[in-house]
Every structure is written in structure tokens, then in C-alpha cells.
């Protein structure tokens, strides 16, 4: 799944030229938290966020001073944001952009890393849609589990491939047995946190529900499955 199969393509945007009081109006009016900013052309120049406007004159002294208690009138760069009305001044300029076809892993990787809501979709610069945390969030509610075998014998190899590629564990750390559809993993692991994980991984072969996780932590003795699996 790429960019362009979950962003937004209506995408409200603002000229640097208007005033900051018309971008929050704007921003509340369609209860957004960042208006892209393009120039008469329509090429992105910068990003005004609600970040950028937390700082303002319009919200007393308290707001104006940063992080040491000092004031704007220190930082003219800190002064102009406080005080200008051109949203030109206050916007975020050098956003974060990606093409159309960067996928989605990559963009919310970026998200995180970057510590950033929203990522503006450009085509030669020009900007063609936007991806938000929100579009992020569909796509994970939309995802449909991966199906990867059919046959007790090919979900046995493919959470035994899974185990491997995904947790770096060798064939032979964790036994897996499967009896129709359900997979019953025995053995120990180091510690809580890889006995979850190898349950996570195989139930992305096999879905939810599918997984009796018979692990147990450290060096306690391999367990013996209850039940029909064997």
C-alpha cells in the first residue's frame, strides 16, 4: 500500500499571504490541526500547524515565553512568529514531503521519527494530497490478515519461516505443532516479551484466535501440549 492508495486528495490549503486570524479560523471551521501552505502557483512552501501558533502575543505573556523563561524580544526569528499576521512568517518551512508512491510502512516511520502529524504528498513539487495519522490509522483498520498457508503441514512452515525472519529464531529454538488450523507452540524462550512476540508472529500466519502459546520463560522445562495438538 502506497501514498497514494490512502491520502487525502481534498486537502485544504492556505497562501502565506493571508492572515494567521483566517488560517485559525480555518483550521477550527473543518477541525484540522495543519494547513499546507503553497504559493500562488500551488507549489508547497511551508506548513502552518497548531505548534505554530501556541506562542502568539494574541495569548499573553505566559504563552510568549520559552522554555528558560526568556522573552521574543530576545530571538527577532521568535519576535516575528509572536507578533507578524502574514502566515508567511509563522509557517514551518523545509516540511517533510513524500511521492506518491512511498509506502505506507515508510510514511508512518517517518511520522514517528520525525514526530510529526501529517506528511504533504508533492509531485514535482506540487502538492497532490496529504497523509495524516488519521489516513494511517484506516489503513491498519482496513488491513486484512495475511494469509499465508492452507494445510496443517504448510502452516507448520510458515510459522517456523515466520519465527525465523521476523524474530531471528533459529528452527529448532521453538517447536511448533499444528493439528487442524491450530498451532501450539512449545518449548522456553528468554524471556515474556519473546514468548508474546512469537505468538504475534504466528498468529500472522494463522489469525487470531488460532495460537495456544505454551512457552514458558527461561530455562524451565519444555512443556507438553494439553488437548488434541500433537
Given at each position: 500500500?502506497?501514498a497514494?492508495d490512502?491520502?487525502?486528495?481534498r486537502?485544504?490549503?492556505?497562501s502565506?499571504?493571508?492572515s494567521?486570524?483566517?488560517?485559525?479560523?480555518?483550521?477550527?471551521?473543518?477541525?484540522i490541526?495543519?494547513l499546507?501552505?503553497?504559493?500562488?502557483?500551488?507549489?508547497?512552501?511551508?506548513?502552518?500547524?497548531?505548534?505554530?501558533?501556541?506562542?502568539?502575543?494574541?495569548?499573553?505573556?505566559?504563552?510568549?515565553?520559552?522554555?528558560?523563561?526568556?522573552?521574543?524580544q530576545q530571538?527577532?526569528?521568535?519576535?516575528?512568529?509572536?507578533?507578524s499576521?502574514?502566515?508567511?512568517?509563522?509557517?514551518?518551512?523545509?516540511?517533510?514531503?513524500?511521492?506518491?508512491?512511498?509506502?505506507v510502512?515508510?510514511?508512518?516511520?517517518?511520522?514517528?521519527?520525525?514526530?510529526?502529524?501529517?506528511?504533504?504528498?508533492?509531485q514535482?513539487?506540487?502538492?497532490?494530497?496529504?497523509v495524516?495519522?488519521?489516513?494511517?490509522?484506516?489503513a491498519?483498520?482496513?488491513?486484512?490478515?495475511?494469509?499465508?498457508?492452507?494445510?496443517?503441514?504448510?502452516?507448520?512452515?510458515?510459522?517456523?519461516?515466520?519465527?525465523?525472519?521476523?524474530?531471528?529464531?533459529?528452527e529448532?529454538?521453538i517447536?511448533?505443532?499444528?493439528?487442524?488450523g491450530?498451532?501450539?507452540?512449545?518449548?522456553?524462550?528468554?524471556?515474556?516479551?519473546?514468548?508474546?512476540?512469537?505468538r504475534?508472529?504466528?498468529?500472522?500466519?494463522?489469525?487470531?484466535g488460532?495460537?495456544?502459546?505454551?512457552l514458558?520463560v527461561?530455562?524451565?522445562?519444555?512443556?507438553?501440549?494439553?488437548?488434541?495438538?500433537?
Amino acid at each position: 500500500m502506497h501514498a497514494a492508495d490512502i491520502m487525502t486528495r481534498r486537502v485544504f490549503t492556505i497562501s502565506p499571504e493571508r492572515s494567521v486570524r483566517h488560517a485559525a479560523r480555518l483550521m477550527l471551521d473543518n477541525r484540522i490541526s495543519g494547513l499546507p501552505v503553497c504559493d500562488d502557483d500551488g507549489n508547497l512552501v511551508g506548513l502552518l500547524s497548531e505548534g505554530d501558533l501556541l506562542r502568539r502575543s494574541e495569548l499573553g505573556s505566559a504563552a510568549l515565553r520559552g522554555a528558560k523563561g526568556d522573552r521574543p524580544q530576545q530571538d527577532p526569528e521568535r519576535y516575528i512568529k509572536a507578533h507578524s499576521w502574514r502566515v508567511g512568517d509563522v509557517m514551518t518551512t523545509g516540511a517533510v514531503t513524500v511521492n506518491a508512491d512511498a509506502s505506507v510502512d515508510q510514511i508512518a516511520a517517518l511520522m514517528q521519527t520525525r514526530s510529526i502529524k501529517r506528511v504533504p504528498v508533492v509531485q514535482q513539487n506540487r502538492m497532490v494530497g496529504i497523509v495524516s495519522r488519521r489516513d494511517i490509522l484506516e489503513a491498519v483498520l482496513l488491513a486484512k490478515p495475511e494469509r499465508f498457508a492452507a494445510g496443517d503441514e504448510a502452516i507448520k512452515r510458515a510459522v517456523l519461516a515466520r519465527l525465523s525472519s521476523d524474530l531471528n529464531l533459529n528452527e529448532g529454538a521453538i517447536e511448533v505443532r499444528v493439528e487442524g488450523g491450530v498451532v501450539a507452540l512449545c518449548g522456553s524462550v528468554e524471556s515474556g516479551v519473546k514468548r508474546l512476540a512469537a505468538r504475534v508472529a504466528a498468529e500472522a500466519v494463522c489469525g487470531p484466535g488460532c495460537v495456544r502459546n505454551e512457552l514458558r520463560v527461561a530455562n524451565e522445562a519444555d512443556c507438553t501440549p494439553s488437548g488434541p495438538v500433537g
